[in-house]
């Protein structure tokens, strides 16, 4: 049974298309990662889920209530923790959570219950009766979770819940997280860091340019790649077909399945590879060509290999090619001005 069925859902921004059709199904009762780049549709996908955005077309329910037709509803049934924490700084933790209490019309004995249970379970005790304005992040980001579950949601969204924390807090969120999905909580979690998606999520998705291109348990996702991972770095090519020439070497060793040139990062190749054996051929084709070897590390197959075998290209390089467009917008706008 699905808490969540998102079908065909397409959302744009001016001329920038955030989501291109994007379809998806999350189980009921599952820890579920959204993984993706930034910019690949992640947070977009829950403000719809959330009743803060309406699609341009497509449906989006969540327990059989349109997040369109019937958002007051839906927002009964969700708890929501977005990317950036704003609180008010004068009140105490303490006092912003009666305050949200109050919002979801629950009972004041019910509520100051709630709000103990959860100062307890979310290690706030020492710090809750402090104003929020003194508060660090990782200390922000867990008293919003806290808002988030005041009520007792059957599904929580958080978008990059660990973003920026330090390392106690992160533990924290994550053991959270993995208590609530075994009391039979929904959670749906966005994140670009592959080891929380891998950590946390028993069922997820990869996004890229506002589509689903992988889906299934982590696990699956990468038995499916089969073989090994190379990453290998040669001198630095001095134009893009001496870089081809590189990769068309490479592809045809014996053994290699995939070659994908990361001009991003230095210049370096990633590899899909039968097994390590193949590691002396590739030394030899390259020793063969006069190519200098500068350093090869060989691995199992990763969710980076996931999006890489999608996409052709590593979830860094997306950031990068993400945070470069991010720059070059703001230096055209400054340029207008």
């Known amino acids: 049974m699905y808490l969540i069925e ?30 993706g780049p930034n910019g690949s549709g992640k947070t977009t996908t829950l403000r719809i889920l959330c009743t803060l955005l309406s699609p341009d077309s497509g449906k989006a329910s969540v327990a059989g209530l349109d997040v369109v037709k019937d958002p007051r509803s839906v927002r009964r049934e969700i708890g929501y923790v977005a990317q950036e ?15 949200q209490g109050d919002l979801y019309h629950l009972e004041p004995k019910d509520r100051n219950l709630r709000i103990a249970e959860l100062i307890e379970k979310l290690e706030m005790q020492s710090w809750i009766n402090r104003r929020c304005g003194t508060y660090s992040g990782g200390m922000r980001r867990r008293l919003d979770l806290a808002s988030g579950l005041l009520h007792r949601p059957q599904l929580l969204v958080l978008d990059e819940p660990t973003v920026g924390l330090d390392i106690e807090s992160r533990t924290a969120i ?9 009391q039979g909580t929904t959670v749906l979690i966005s994140s670009h860091y592959l080891e929380e998606v891998e950590a946390l999520a028993d069922q997820m998705a990869i996004l890229d340019k506002g589509r689903v291109i992988a889906e ?113 917008k703001l230096e055209n706008k400054q340029a207008m001005r």
């Open 174 to 182: 994550w053991q959270l997280l993995l208590d609530l999905k075994s």
């Open 6 to 35: 998102l079908q065909d859902l397409v959302k744009s921004y001016g001329t920038v298309k955030a989501l291109n059709g994007l379809s998806l199904k999350v189980p009921t009762g599952s820890l579920f990662g959204l993984l």
């Open 216 to 328: 299934g348990k982590p696990e699956d996702l990468k038995e499916r790649l089969g073989g090994d991972r190379v990453t290998l770095k040669v001198r630095e090519f001095s134009n893009e077909n001496e870089s081809e020439k590189v990769r068309n070497l490479l592809v045809n060793v014996r053994g290699v399945r995939q070659v994908v040139v990361n001009c991003v990062q230095g210049f370096s190749l990633n590899l899909v590879v039968d097994d390590e054996s193949v590691l002396p051929r590739l030394r030899e084709a390259l020793d063969r060509s006069k190519i200098q070897l500068f350093a090869l590390s060989h691995s199992r197959a990763s969710l980076d290999d996931v999006y890489l075998q999608a996409t052709g290209r590593t979830l860094m390089d997306a950031e990068l090619a993400a945070s470069n467009q991010r720059d070059v």
């Open 85 to 99: 924490v704003a609180i008010d700084k004068i009140l105490t933790g303490f006092e912003l959570l009666q305050l």
